[in-house]
């Protein structure tokens, strides 16, 4: 059983625009949730990371907004640039257990 | 400081052969999971050491092993491969088990 949900699976966005991934979970233990993002040829990298008893985070261009009742949290990137062109994954984590990610979101930003 | 180093990056076994991929943490570091990346899967969690003990397993067969040496460096060892296991093979460290450092990955072609 798929723990955390991701979609959509590509995202095409213009420069300026305002890119969305959206993740959902199953376990309510889940106690932190990060996004990495990735490029070709190299590891995820830790872009963000939020706790569920705060509903947004923001680090500059970045911003997660997170809904308890709903199970849900999102990605936005703002002001979205060509090199923001990724692969975004989702994850949820159990203290003392593993953590469990989205199948992954391949953005690309048109110039 | 130095990131999360991977060797080999590359490596093309023949199918009933084994692998050892090794790991070397961010200085610092005791915590070192491994995942395995796929294209129709994403990132599936292998395990994770810590101070030389595994401390969480995936679901993955008994072909999949692991340790961890006194200077929080590991190794990953898949016995008897199958052409399923290709794969990129990523391994993170972490000073908080929660902030994961991620390497660039060994990608494994069996063949």
């Known amino acids: 059983q798929q723990q955390v949900k991701q979609s959509p699976q590509s995202l095409i966005v213009q420069k300026g625009g305002i890119s969305i991934i959206n993740c959902a979970y199953e376990?309510?233990?889940?106690?932190?949730f990060p996004w990495y993002q990735q490029f070709p040829g190299k590891g995820p990298a830790l872009l963000i990371a939020i706790r569920p008893d705060v509903s947004e985070k923001k680090e500059g261009r970045f911003t997660i907004s997170f809904n308890k009742s709903a199970k849900q949290f999102s990605l936005h990137i703002m002001d979205s640039q060509p090199g923001d062109s990724a692969t975004y994954f989702c994850?949820?984590?159990?203290?003392?257990?593993?953590?469990?990610f989205g199948t992954g979101t391949s953005l690309t930003v048109i110039p | 400081k130095a990131g999360v180093t991977q060797t080999p990056r590359y490596l093309i076994k023949t199918r009933g052969q084994q692998v050892t991929l090794s790991c070397s943490p961010i200085?610092?570091?005791?915590?070192v999971s491994w995942y395995q990346q796929t294209p129709g899967q994403g990132l599936q969690f292998l395990f994770e050491?810590?101070?030389?003990?595994?401390?969480n397993k995936g679901n993955f067969p008994g072909r999949f092993s692991g340790r961890q040496f006194s200077n929080s460096r590991s190794e990953m060892n898949v016995s008897t491969l199958e052409l399923g296991d290709s794969a990129l093979y990523l391994c993170?460290?972490?000073?908080?088990?929660?902030?994961?450092?991620f390497g660039p990955g060994t990608r494994l072609t069996v063949t």
């Open positions: 050491y810590f101070s030389e003990t595994q401390r």
């Open positions: 993170a460290s972490s000073l908080n088990t929660y902030e994961q450092y």
């Open positions: 376990n309510t233990a889940f106690d932190y």
């Open positions: 200085s610092g570091h005791r915590s």
């Open positions: 994850a949820a984590y159990l203290t003392g257990n593993q953590f469990y």
